[in-house]
């Protein structure tokens, strides 16, 4: 499998192309990685959007900085769940700290 370092954009698909490229049903056996990610290249990268890629100037890309890729990987490291303090103490208390510094960085408390 070779990966082209040069997508378009955005997508060129209609919406429900992915249905006509997937069963109806998930796999009754397992598939090899290489199926899988050949999948993945064929089926899943042409309908998304690339945000990062030099030609897409509808967003800033705030997630490709060297700060957002480290706590990228923390986060799936630690695989939380933290939609409520029950489930990551940590997890929801960091992100009410954080959001405290930003709301006093933009004097917004």
Not at 13 to 20: M, V
Not at 22 to 27: C, E, G, I, R
Request: proline share 8%.
């Amino acid at each position: 499998m070779s990966l082209s370092p040069t997508y378009h954009w955005a997508y060129q698909l209609e919406p429900g192309y992915l249905r006509e490229l997937l069963p109806d049903s998930a796999p009754k056996h397992p598939e090899s990685l290489e199926d899988v990610l050949n999948d993945v290249y064929r089926k899943i990268i042409p309908g998304v959007t690339h945000w990062h890629g030099p030609a897409y100037f509808a967003y800033h890309p705030s997630n490709s900085s060297t700060a957002g890729l480290l706590g990228e990987i923390l986060s799936a490291g630690f695989n939380t769940v933290g939609f409520s303090w029950v489930t990551s103490p940590t997890a929801t208390e960091l992100e009410e700290i954080v959001l405290d510094w930003l709301a006093k960085m933009l004097k917004a408390s």
